[in-house]
């Protein structure tokens, strides 16, 4: 099943995942920008930052995956590209050969046989 945008429902699932990730990362930097002056909140957050490091992780982590997700999507639809070119090809040497064959072929000529 595609959907509009030629992708499959889950490349679409992928981009929302993604999608929310940096959702949450705009809405916590926005929360730490807004609470600068209390550093009570930003010493309390001191706490917390082995998981802003998984939380970078998985950042990397969609990113690869979405590199080779495309990767994959291009080397797929090159290959598609070819088996059809090659198909292209079949037809049109086909079609020549039909063309070739209802072509009523030129009858020799007796004098050129002689000598």
């Given at each position: 099943m595609?959907?509009?945008?030629?992708?499959?429902?889950r490349?679409?699932?992928?981009?929302?995942?993604?999608?929310?990730?940096?959702?949450?990362?705009?809405?916590?930097?926005?929360?730490?920008?807004?609470?600068?002056?209390?550093?009570?909140?930003?010493?309390?957050?001191?706490?917390?930052?082995?998981?802003?490091?998984?939380?970078a992780?998985?950042?990397?982590?969609?990113?690869?995956?979405?590199?080779?997700?495309?990767?994959?999507?291009?080397?797929?639809?090159?290959?598609?590209?070819?088996?059809?070119?090659?198909?292209?090809?079949?037809?049109?040497?086909?079609?020549?050969?039909?063309?070739?064959a209802?072509?009523?072929?030129?009858?020799?000529?007796?004098?050129?046989?002689?000598?």
């Open positions: 595609t959907n509009v945008q030629g992708m499959n429902k490349r679409v699932i992928f981009f929302v995942i993604f999608g929310v990730y940096h959702l949450i990362i705009l809405a916590f930097t926005s929360y730490v920008d807004a609470q600068k002056q209390d550093l009570g909140v930003l010493t309390s957050m001191y706490g917390w930052l082995h998981l802003f490091k998984y939380g992780i998985l950042g990397l982590v969609l990113f690869a995956v979405d590199v080779i997700w495309s990767w994959r999507s291009t080397l797929s639809a090159e290959k598609e590209q070819e088996v059809l070119n090659f198909e292209i090809n079949n037809l049109k040497a086909k079609v020549y050969d039909l063309q070739e209802n072509k009523p072929q030129p009858e020799p000529d007796p004098e050129t046989e002689s000598k």
